[in-house]
């Protein structure tokens, strides 16, 4: 008997998550969801299964799970995360709570695996998602010397609140979630700013592409821009390799890889956008071309759907990873 929670079930994530379990045909035979007391009593369709949300407690998270799934922002992971590992789950956290403590796993499945040091597996910040996943390829074939990000992320990575003032904005109506109107508007402002000028947000970047590509030295920078779209984050990585390589080498890279969509031919205008992404699993990358102001560096843009394979997705694709080996080690 497999029995697993979804915590956060009625948020904006919360919901792709019940997505993906149909897609990635997720099996339990028992499913939970967990929301705040305000969404507690709403019935949702799961698998088939017509299931009542209930009310996240310390009393019901000690009851017996074999997985949860957490998106509920990092104080209820903080609180509750802990009482759902010491009671034998295997917790598998959206937020960004434990992604930088040494002893808790930070994964992306096409990039690396758990260690299992601890029974809590962080899902990294959405544009770090993306990110890595397009430099993988890149650092298999020439190494990593440096990278330079610069992002334009949608407001659906703010949840409900960021979708409320692009549309309230568009009427005319003050914000509610961002201090200035994001309506025909750009913020470099996501996260709380840090004393040395940076976001948050960019820190979570630069800190979490070092920990999955396993590479502490690498040196990374980062930009983080709140842009007026509904859907999918849009990367500027601008990446200096350690070995020489062409153009077309770098392109090379990402051809035929099954999780990349190759989009790069600016004569006829194909090159990743928002829109496009939204709503597929894949990471999608093109406008590629050399930095000549740099040695050996290439400019690439990268786009992807944030609610999915920056959020969800990668969430539901670790829980798939974690109970497939579990069914390979049980026989």
């Known amino acids: 008997m497999v029995k697993v929670a979804i915590v956060g079930a009625t948020g904006v994530v919360g919901n792709k998550m019940i997505e993906m379990f149909e ?13 705040s007391p305000r969404s507690a009593g709403k019935e949702i369709e799961v698998l088939g299964r017509t299931l009542t949300v209930r009310e996240l407690n310390e009393e019901s998270a000690k009851e017996p799970f074999d997985y949860v799934v957490m998106s509920a922002g990092g104080g209820t992971s903080k609180e509750f995360a802990p009482i759902f590992e010491e009671n034998g789950a295997i917790v598998i956290d959206n937020s960004s709570q434990w992604r930088m403590h040494e002893d808790i796993d930070l994964i992306v499945p096409e990039i690396n695996t758990p260690k299992l040091e601890r029974g809590i597996i962080a899902n990294p910040n ?70 040395d000028g940076y976001t948050k947000e960019e820190i ?22 709140r842009v007026p779209v509904s ?7 601008n990446v200096t390799l350690d ?18 969509k190759l989009l ?16 597929e699993q894949e990471v999608s990358v093109g406008r590629i071309r050399r930095d000549d102001s740099l040695e050996n560096t290439f400019h690439i843009w990268c786009t992807a759907d944030n609610l999915l394979k920056g959020a969800a997705q990668n969430t539901v694709q670790i829980l798939k990873m974690m109970m497939e080996t579990e069914r390979v080690q049980n026989g």
């Open 23 to 35: 897609q990635y045909e997720i099996e339990a035979d028992e499913l939970v969801l967990f929301s």
């Open 126 to 195: 959405c544009s770090t998602i993306q990110s890595v996943v397009a430099l993988q390829p890149l650092k298999e074939k020439y190494g990593l010397k440096r990278v330079h990000y610069t992002t334009y992320q949608a407001v659906s990575g703010s949840g409900s609140g960021g979708l409320r003032d692009l549309e309230a904005g568009a009427k005319g109506e003050a914000p509610t979630t961002y201090p200035h109107p994001i309506h025909d508007n750009v913020l470099p402002h996501i996260d709380v700013f840090m004393a």
């Open 204 to 225: 979570k970047m630069m800190d979490e592409t070092k920990k999955i590509l396993d590479q502490p030295d690498l040196r990374v920078t980062a930009t983080c821009v």
């Open 231 to 237: 859907n999918s984050h849009s990367v500027h990585i």
């Open 243 to 260: 070995q020489e390589a062409t153009v077309e080498e770098v392109r090379e890279a990402f051809r035929d890889i099954p999780y990349i």
């Open 264 to 279: 790069d031919d600016p004569a006829n205008n194909v090159y990743p956008t928002p829109l496009e992404s939204t709503g």
